[in-house]
């Protein structure tokens, strides 16, 4: 298993640019996330999901938008960057009803800068 | 399960025992957990106790679990500089909140000296 996998590892964007940063897992995880890493923030929740067509807002979601089509996909989407948005982003997965297992994976990070 | 308070630092010199210590507020609560984060790493999962225990032991590692307190230690023996990374506490949602979401702390920045 590749577990979670994130792309790009690294962006720089302008302002007012959009991108999507994608995230894949192959472990048949009914919860995934997105979270941004700031310094002395800790983690903080941005969007999250149940299953393929359910998603959620979490504590940070403005200028964020989420989507999932597929159980394996879930990409954000940034609308028109800010430099506000310059941070680390985590994708983690969890939870399949076969091992009930609430353990969260985390893929190894995207680095945003914004300009 | 929305508050979850760690220490930001704590520096120790290498060999001597690291204690990082979290408090939660879900008594219902019945998985916690630590994370290590390395230098520009994802989170890896270190270890974690279920809540009909009060202590679990992994090598070098002992969580102690304190129900009453609601209160959550990672104890690192003989700690190396290869210890040095960012620790999160972490708790599962009670029963009836999202399966799968964690509530994490903000972490701590253990530095271990030479």
């Known amino acids: 298993n590749a577990g979670v996998t994130q792309t790009p590892k690294f962006q720089v964007l302008k302002t007012g640019q959009s991108m999507t940063l994608q995230c894949a897992q192959d472990?048949?995880?009914?919860?995934m996330s997105w979270y941004r890493q700031d310094p002395g923030m800790g983690l903080r929740l941005i969007h999250y999901s149940v299953g393929a067509g359910i998603t959620d807002q979490g504590e940070v979601p403005n200028g964020y938008n989420v989507s999932r089509s597929t159980t394996e996909d879930f990409p954000l989407r940034l609308l028109s960057a800010a430099p506000s948005q310059t941070s680390v982003y985590f994708c983690a997965s969890s939870y399949s009803r076969k091992q009930r297992n609430y353990e969260q994976y985390f893929g190894p990070g995207t680095r945003l800068t914004v300009t | 399960g929305e508050d979850v308070e760690q220490s930001l630092f704590l520096s120790v010199r290498e060999g001597d025992s690291s204690v990082i210590n979290c408090t939660y507020t879900d008594s219902s609560s019945t998985y916690l957990y630590w994370y290590k984060q390395e230098p520009g790493a994802g989170l890896q999962l270190l270890t974690y106790i279920f809540s009909n225990m009060d202590m679990k032991q992994d090598q070098r590692l002992t969580v102690l679990l304190n129900k009453k307190d609601k209160h959550l230690s990672l104890r690192i023996a003989d700690t190396q500089t290869g210890d040095s990374a960012i620790y999160f506490c972490a708790e599962k949602g009670p029963r009836g909140s999202t399966l799968g979401r964690l509530y994490f702390g903000r972490g701590t920045q253990l530095t271990v000296w030479p």
């Open positions: 472990m048949n995880h009914e919860y």
